[in-house]
């Protein structure tokens, strides 16, 4: 008998839960079954899987509204940057065309003291290098600009027109070695020519050693080359030197205007009135 029951433990260990929980059924169903001792033990052995499947149900939930959220974060932040990228290009924009108004006005009230004559006009290309330096303007023959004519800003003289095309022209400026500015020193009165040098970049050459020039001493267009008006700015001193031999001083110059800072030049012929000094 007992290896009966070993041998079919397991069917019938099945077969004693089925008729079990039949009976409890059918007397739970027919109000027979006062004290249920099954219930509270499996009620027992189950509260442990069902705090576990709700956890589990609560942690996937709050991974799925972390990951929306987190969605939502990434969409708005993108929708930011992109609201900030507009933004700064609108800065950029709006900087731009202030400080490219302040250049006209500086520019325009410099034009109330030149011939009616002269010409706005933007530097379009630069191809100063050690051996030829000169820029590209925007205005050309149709617009009135002539061979010869001297470019300036209000800081001081730009150079000269070389060549001329309908809607261009080429400028020649100071710092080339082929120019030849007539200037005088403000404060000495004592005149010259500043050119270009490939030794010394900028120079004010023919300036006799009997002459008062120092450091710091400022250059002005004397009016007399026929191509740049009396008293534009041209440079200022910075180097003095007397060889032991020689008539000249060696005098070094620093432009007044700058190229890799100029936007915009005026245009003007050396016809009429003199520059305000």
């Known amino acids: ?14 077969c004693f839960c089925i008729v079990l929980s039949l009976y409890i ?3 739970a169903a027919r109000g027979q079954l006062k004290n249920d001792p099954v219930g509270p033990l499996l009620l027992w052995l189950i509260r442990p899987l069902q705090i576990a499947a709700h956890s589990t149900t609560s942690w996937i939930k709050g991974l799925q509204e972390s990951h929306l959220t987190a969605a939502g974060y990434k969409a708005e932040n993108e929708r930011l940057r992109k609201r900030i990228l507009e933004l700064e290009m609108e800065r950029n924009r709006f ?3 202030e400080a490219t108004n302040q250049q006209l006005r500086h520019l325009l009230d410099f034009r109330s003291h030149l011939p009616a004559a002269g010409i706005t006009a933007s530097i379009i290309a630069n191809s100063a290098s050690n051996w030829f330096q000169s820029c590209s303007i925007d205005k050309g023959t149709a ?3 002539r061979k ?7 800081l001081g003289v730009v150079g000269r027109v070389v060549d001329v095309a309908a809607r261009s022209a080429k400028v020649l400026l100071l710092t080339d070695p082929n120019s030849g500015i007539d200037v005088m020193v403000q404060r000495t ?15 004010l050459k023919y300036i006799k050693r009997t002459e008062d020039v120092q450091v710091g001493d400022r250059l002005i267009t004397s009016g007399l080359d026929g191509v740049f008006l009396k008293g534009l700015m041209v440079g200022t001193v910075t180097k003095v030197r ?5 008539l000249f001083q060696v005098i070094e110059v620093m432009p007044a205007v700058s190229l890799a800072r100029t936007e915009i030049v005026l245009v003007v012929s050396a016809e009429g009135r003199s520059a305000a000094k």
Not at 3 to 12: E, G
């Open 1 to 14: 008998m007992l290896a009966f029951f070993r041998k079919y433990q397991i069917p019938l260990s099945c």
């Open 242 to 246: 007397k060889e032991s031999l020689g």
């Open 95 to 97: 900087l731009e065309a």
């Open 189 to 203: 009165r004592a005149r010259g020519i500043v050119s270009g040098s490939l030794e010394n970049g900028t120079v």
């Open 148 to 154: 010869g004519m001297s470019v300036v800003t209000p």
């Open 143 to 145: 617009d009135g600009v």
């Open 25 to 27: 059924m059918t007397a």
